[in-house]
């Protein structure tokens, strides 16, 4: 079992950064894929990013790629997520999540997560 904690949600202006965390319980954090997803007001959820067991591989949507980048400490059990150059669109509830398949495996899909934290608020204003 893992539990995910996300924090570092916020209200930003249009064009700023913020960090958000996933604080993960356990002691097998390393064995998983993890991933970020989103979901605005009456929208499906969507894929942001992810990242493999080590960090050394990575995933984006195309819509964030350049602008957001995912990281994690396995010492820490953490993963990040970096955003810059906020937009409106990127307003959302952020969630992070944890699955056991590695990121060669449609990283996207959000059906393969076993675990989700209980997700962020992030808000960009224009």
């Known amino acids: 079992q893992v539990q995910l904690v996300e924090s570092g949600g916020g209200l930003v202006q249009a064009g700023g950064s913020l960090r958000l965390s996933c604080a993960a319980s356990?002691?097998?954090?390393?064995?998983?894929?993890m991933g970020w997803f989103r979901q605005a007001p009456g929208k499906e959820r969507e894929f942001v990013a992810a990242?493999?067991?080590?960090?050394?591989?990575?995933s984006y949507a195309d819509s964030v790629k350049g602008r957001f980048t995912i990281s994690r400490d396995n010492a820490k059990n953490t993963v990040y997520l970096q955003m810059n150059s906020l937009k409106p669109e990127d307003t959302a509830v952020y969630y992070c999540?944890?699955?056991?398949?590695?990121?060669?495996?449609?990283?996207?899909?959000?059906?393969?997560?076993?675990?989700w934290g209980q997700g962020t608020q992030v808000t960009v204003s224009s």
């Open positions: 999540a944890a699955r056991t398949l590695t990121i060669a495996t449609r990283p996207g899909n959000g059906r393969t997560y076993e675990y």
């Open positions: 356990g002691r097998t954090f390393s064995s998983y894929t």
């Open positions: 990242t493999s067991r080590s960090g050394g591989t990575t």
